[in-house]
């Protein structure tokens, strides 16, 4: 069943949507690529159970850590960046867990326990009841600080 609460946008007055997104494979919601606030959220409203609130939660620490964040859907995923088209973390929901891909996370410290095919990208899947917000904190932080990657 898919989690139909209005997003952040929609309690502010805006249109909700007419139609629920459909869930991938996996578990992922199908959201068109869009920029801007309102894509990320209609994601995160759009993921079943456990899984809308933590992203819910991580989009909140992510706003507080970096206040000028840059926010879009790419690819099905929500994105999290300091300038256009440039991206420090991403993020991925599958049916047992959320991915957050470190863009440049081979140089954070200490490294998120995923590795990738790519050098510097680094994973954290993160369970239902597993999610270490200490640590994830302190990873936005150094990620935001990074060079981006241009997507």
């Given at each position: 069943?898919?989690?139909?609460?209005?997003?952040?946008?929609?309690?502010?007055?805006?249109?909700?949507s007419a139609a629920t997104p459909k869930l991938l494979s996996g578990g992922?919601?199908?959201?068109?690529?869009?920029?801007?606030?309102?894509?990320?959220?209609?994601?995160?409203?759009?993921?079943?159970?456990?899984?809308?609130a933590l992203g819910s939660r991580i989009d909140t620490l992510i706003e507080g850590i970096v206040p000028d964040v840059r926010k879009a859907v790419k690819?099905?995923?929500?994105?999290?960046?300091?300038?256009?088209?440039?991206?420090?973390?991403?993020?991925?929901?599958?049916?047992?867990?959320?991915?957050?891909?470190?863009?440049?996370?081979?140089?954070?410290?200490?490294?998120?326990?995923?590795?990738?095919?790519?050098?510097?990208?680094?994973?954290?899947?993160?369970?239902?009841?597993?999610?270490?917000?200490?640590?994830?904190?302190?990873?936005?932080?150094?990620?935001?600080?990074?060079?981006?990657?241009?997507?």
């Open positions: 069943m898919v989690d139909t609460r209005p997003n952040k946008a929609d309690m502010a007055g805006a249109e909700p992922n919601p199908q959201i068109a690529k869009g920029y801007g606030d309102a894509p990320v959220q209609a994601y995160i409203a759009a993921m079943p159970g456990w899984k809308s690819w099905n995923s929500p994105f999290y960046g300091m300038e256009d088209d440039v991206w420090f973390l991403s993020l991925h929901y599958f049916t047992k867990y959320i991915k957050v891909t470190f863009l440049n996370g081979a140089s954070l410290q200490p490294f998120p326990p995923g590795t990738s095919k790519h050098p510097k990208v680094r994973y954290l899947d993160i369970h239902e009841g597993a999610f270490d917000e200490a640590q994830f904190t302190d990873w936005v932080k150094q990620a935001s600080r990074l060079p981006g990657e241009k997507m």
